[in-house]
């Protein structure tokens, strides 16, 4: 089994901006070492008379013609809008510049 030690443990979850409580950090290490092990038996396996793939199966994508069909108008489509700004849906910000939280 790969035991991974507490410090390394906390080392990963500072890089990953992770905070953990002292009962997360021992519940993870058991946790993580079993997905290192995991990893670490897929890296034994003989691939050297394996082609390399981006996907194991060959696909072909379809297109179609672009068809134009009924559109919605802007009024249309902001009418069931909980929240609407400038003529846009106006939605919570999911991305903060660092300390505007």
């Known amino acids: ?3 991974l030690t507490r410090d390394q443990l906390t080392h990963l ?5 992770v905070n953990l409580t002292e009962e997360e950090l ?3 290490s058991g946790e993580v070492s079993k997905i290192l092990d995991s ?3 897929v890296q034994e396996v003989d691939t ?15 297109y179609r013609d672009d068809v134009v069909g009924p559109v919605l108008s802007q009024h249309e489509a902001l ?8 003529g846009q849906f106006k939605v919570p910000a999911i991305l903060h510049a660092e300390g505007d939280r």
């Open 13 to 17: 979850a500072q890089l990953a901006h």
């Open 79 to 86: 009418t069931g809008a909980p929240e609407v700004e400038a």
């Open 1 to 3: 089994m790969s035991d």
């Open 26 to 28: 021992d519940r993870m």
């Open 48 to 62: 050297k008379h394996v082609m390399p793939t981006s996907h194991p199966i060959a696909l072909t994508n379809v």
């Open 39 to 41: 990893v670490a038996k």
